[in-house]
């Protein structure tokens, strides 16, 4: 399992981010959207972040031009077949997942290895929507990507060792560095993070503190590089509700339960970073 040519799916915030690994590690990489205005949108995003890091100077600007002409927006997705890495960034939804690994794999080719970024659904459940269930893993990356150094690297019961090995590899080949994960809802990371995340929400919820106070004491008590609340706003407040239900479904765990608090923000458009506002306001992206 030779990689060269990368598929991203999705170009949001997590598709985005690894769409510009691989091209910044020298493979040529397509990203594919719903239409064409969101491949644009996706891809002025994904431009931003490469002179972003040419103006803090993590990147220099030849290596950047070559990043950029690496890759390249589709809607059609006819146009992955060649790819030889499919990796899934899309909304987390069982059905819409499993729905769009069923068409890719009518036209990837045969030996092309599939992926998905899922945080919370297993990927089983998904690989079993394909005829190549064998050459599927998990490729769980964090945000944001182009920073953050972990993937985490989730073999099902049917994943083969050559496809876990190509994935290891890859994960190498962006400059990350790779955790092996059973395929349990949630992970390593997510396991652990998503009941903080959602006690730091009781917590407000009952007034143990204000937002502002909670991120404080976390921060500088615990010496975390954020508090929960402008964590929950990067990962983005729809992306944990989703997430929540999916792991309360999975195990049934109070602890895995969107408090009431979290679904209101969602119904209301306070979705964090994305959207301007969640627990705190931003400047528009
Ligand atoms: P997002 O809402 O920012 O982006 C999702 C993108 O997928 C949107 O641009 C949407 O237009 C696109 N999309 C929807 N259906 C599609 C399809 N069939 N084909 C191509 N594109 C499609 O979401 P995100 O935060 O980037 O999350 C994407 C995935 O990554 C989810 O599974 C999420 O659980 C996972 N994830 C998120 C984070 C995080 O911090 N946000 C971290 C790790 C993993």
């Not at 910044?24 to 490469?50: N, Q």
């Not at 030849?62 to 950029?68: G, I, S, T, V």
């Not at 945000?143 to 090995?165: F, G």
Request: with cysteine; proline share 4%; aromatic share 8%.
């Amino acid at each position: 399992m030779k990689i060269r040519k990368v598929g991203v799916l999705g170009c949001g915030l997590m598709g985005a981010g690894i769409a510009e690994v691989a091209a910044r590690a020298g493979f040529e990489t397509v990203v594919r959207e719903v239409s064409e205005e969101v491949v644009e949108k996706g891809l002025a995003k994904l431009r931003g972040s490469l002179d972003k890091a040419v103006e803090r100077g993590k990147l220099d600007a030849a290596e950047r031009d070559k990043a950029w002409g690496r890759l390249s927006g589709v809607v059609d997705l006819g146009a992955l077949a060649e790819c030889d890495l499919i990796v899934e960034a899309i909304v987390e939804n069982l059905d819409e997942k499993r729905k769009t690994f069923a068409a890719l794999d009518a036209v990837v080719k045969e030996g092309a290895l599939f992926a998905s970024n899922t945080s919370s659904l297993t990927i089983t459940q998904i690989a079993m929507a394909t005829r190549r269930p064998d050459r599927f893993v998990g490729l769980h990356f964090f945000n944001p990507v182009p920073v953050m150094k972990l993937v985490e690297v989730v073999r099902t019961l049917i994943t083969s060792q050559e496809a876990y090995d190509a994935a290891i590899e890859v994960v190498r080949a962006f400059g990350k560095e790779p955790v092996t994960a059973r395929d349990n809802s949630g992970f390593i990371v997510n396991r652990l993070l998503v009941p903080y995340l959602l006690d730091a929400v009781r917590a407000y919820e009952e007034g143990v503190g204000s937002v502002e106070d909670i991120d404080k004491a976390m921060q500088l008590g615990c010496g975390y590089p954020m508090g929960p609340f402008t964590l929950l706003d990067f990962v983005g407040l729809d992306t944990t509700y989703y997430i929540a239900n999916i792991m309360f479904e999975e195990y049934r765990e109070k602890r895995f339960a969107p408090p009431p608090l979290l679904k209101q923000m969602v119904l209301a458009g306070r979705l964090g970073r994305k959207s301007g506002r969640g627990f705190y306001e931003h400047q528009r992206k």
